[in-house]
């Protein structure tokens, strides 16, 4: 509403903006814009974006046409010309310095004004509305743009939740598919350490316990205390301990200052899971090496283990890895290296995390 004050008010006074206002041509011109503007904004949220290209085009074109037969700027300039809005007051000339006659100050011989052309009640007899087709262009693009950026902004809203609601789905998954029987396994080597009244029973239900407190309760976002992921993994290597027994060595080391450090919550668990799946023989001897290397830059986790014959259907590109991976590349995108590497005898995996 304010663009014809801005084109026909410069230098104007008051008065001539309260002239302006009473007309009926500027709320025309005002009430055409915004029809075109509110009217292209629906027919792009149903018709363009819903990919239905030809009914937009003619819905536009419909537009185009009522902005030609109204000629909303053409008549602004009229009400200007017939009002004199934004001419300054000519002072009284001396009559040898008056211009003479069919020769009116401003104006050139052979040019009419707007004042002079009548509005034709045919669109089609008059000139092109050059300024008001190249304003319902502006609003045409403006309208446009503005609901195609509203749209794609909440498709990447959608996205990120949806993005977030998969990386929580993804985790619950993780959390149920720490094997079962490992839990039933840790059950009934407690009851045995019970029935001969081993020191060590209280101590693996309070281990046990602790594992399932924070896979089930203290893990609820994307990142967890690292010092709480060490608890967990510790926990459960001591309690596969009760399983192997004395044919198994494990070597696990955690190296450097794991203090305010966080790290995306049972990230490693599926390597290690793997390791007492696959990399332990109840007849043969096997050393397992586990290690955490901290730094302010990063944190490097390294694991090796024997690969046994029984259990050469080794889980390297199974669902646990695809989800690791997945995972990985939802938190740590571009800040994480995995490599893992099987040559049939010895199982390594190395996962590098930037922080």
Known sequence: MAIPLVFLNSGSGFGDIMILLHNTDYWLFGLTFMVVFYSNTFFVKWLLLNKRYVAYGFAAFFLLFGVFCIRPFDRLLHISEHENIGRPVIAHQPDNEKHPPGKPPGQSPGRSSYRDRPLSRSPFKQPLDITSFFIFFTLLAFSAATKIIRKWLITEQR????????????????????????????????????LTRDDHAADSVLRLSKIMRYITEDIAGNFAPLQ????CITSYIELQRLRTGNLTIVDFEVDGDIDQKQIAPLLLMTFIENIFKYGVSKHEASTISIKLNISEESLLFYCKNKIFSSNSKYEGTGIGIKNTRRRLEHLYNGRYLLDISDNNQEYIVQLTLQN
């Open 228 to 231: 709480r992921e060490i608890d």
């Open 159 to 194: 996205a990120s939740r949806a993005e977030a609601d998969k990386a929580t789905a993804e985790l619950s998954f993780l959390k149920a598919q720490i094997n079962p029987h490992f839990l039933f396994n840790t059950m009934n080597n407690i009851y045995t350490l019970v």
